[in-house]
């Protein structure tokens, strides 16, 4: 089992910058990729960024340039493990409700979500 904990989901104006942050604990180390998705109003959740075996990253073309995926290894234990999602460049199309989200074991475990709202 992985828990996760989101912060730092905001009402932002176009152009700003915001740092997500998603905590996980548990069975950390059967954790295959961790990272972001997203979902607005209307629309079907999405892959944001993530990153794969701790290794390889992966970011939506939509996002590429602007968004940062990242692990904080200084502050990762044996039963904590955290992402950062840096976002630079917002635009209103990026409001939304972000997840953090991890694979592990098979299994696809979900964060509450955080809500980031860009106003234009």
């Known amino acids: 089992q992985v828990q996760l904990v989101e912060s730092g989901g905001d009402l932002v104006q176009a152009g700003g910058s915001l740092r997500l942050s998603c905590a996980a604990f548990g069975s950390i180390f059967s954790i295959d990729d961790q990272g972001w998705y997203r979902q607005a109003p209307g629309k079907q959740r999405e892959l944001v960024a993530r990153?794969?075996?701790?290794?390889?990253?992966?970011?939506?073309?939509?996002v590429k340039g602007r968004f940062t995926i990242s692990s904080d290894n200084e502050k990762t234990t044996a039963a904590k493990k955290i992402v950062y999602l840096q976002m630079n460049s917002l635009k209103p199309e990026d409001t939304a409700v972000y997840y953090c989200?991890?694979?592990?074991?098979?299994?696809?475990?979900w964060g509450q979500g955080t809500q980031v709202t860009v106003s234009s």
């Open positions: 989200s991890a694979l592990a074991r098979g299994a696809r475990f």
């Open positions: 990153i794969t075996s701790g290794v390889s990253v992966e970011y939506a073309d939509s």
